[in-house]
C-alpha cells in the first residue's frame, strides 16, 4: 500500500483530496486487516486495538462526522435498526489529537512495542 498512499507516507496522513482518497480505497478494498491472523481470521491485538476498530460497527458520530456501518454486522437490518444503534460522542473543550487522517495499516507499521 505505500506506493499508493495518497498522502504524506512518513507519517501516515492522508491528503485531503477526495478522488486521490477514494481511488486509494477502491483499490486496497479487498485487503484484509493487517492485524487478523490468516490461518483462524482472529484479531491479533485486539485487546490493544485502535479506537477506529473499537468504534467499527454501530453508527457512531463524533465531532459532526458519523461513521459507516459495518456491512457485515448489518446485512440483514433495516435503515431503521441501523438508525437506532447511532451513538454520539460529544467532545470535551481542550487539546484535540492532530489534525488529518490515516490507516489501520500504517498505524500498524508505525508501530514500536516496548
Do not use: K, N
Amino acid at each position: 500500500m505505500q506506493m499508493d498512499f495518497p498522502g504524506d507516507a512518513a507519517t501516515g496522513t492522508l491528503t485531503e483530496r477526495e478522488d486521490w482518497r477514494e481511488w486509494f480505497f477502491a483499490r486496497h478494498q479487498g485487503l484484509a486487516c493487517p492485524a487478523l491472523d490468516e490461518g483462524t481470521g482472529e484479531c491479533l491485538v485486539h485487546p490493544h486495538r485502535p479506537v477506529a476498530c473499537r468504534l467499527y460497527g454501530p453508527l457512531i458520530t463524533i465531532g459532526g462526522q458519523t461513521s459507516d456501518p459495518c456491512p457485515l454486522c448489518f446485512s440483514s437490518a433495516s435503515a431503521a435498526e441501523i438508525e437506532a444503534t447511532r451513538v454520539t460522542v460529544e467532545l470535551p473543550p481542550g487539546p484535540t489529537a492532530p489534525a488529518g487522517e490515516t490507516v489501520i495499516a500504517w498505524a500498524f507499521a508505525s508501530m514500536t512495542l516496548p
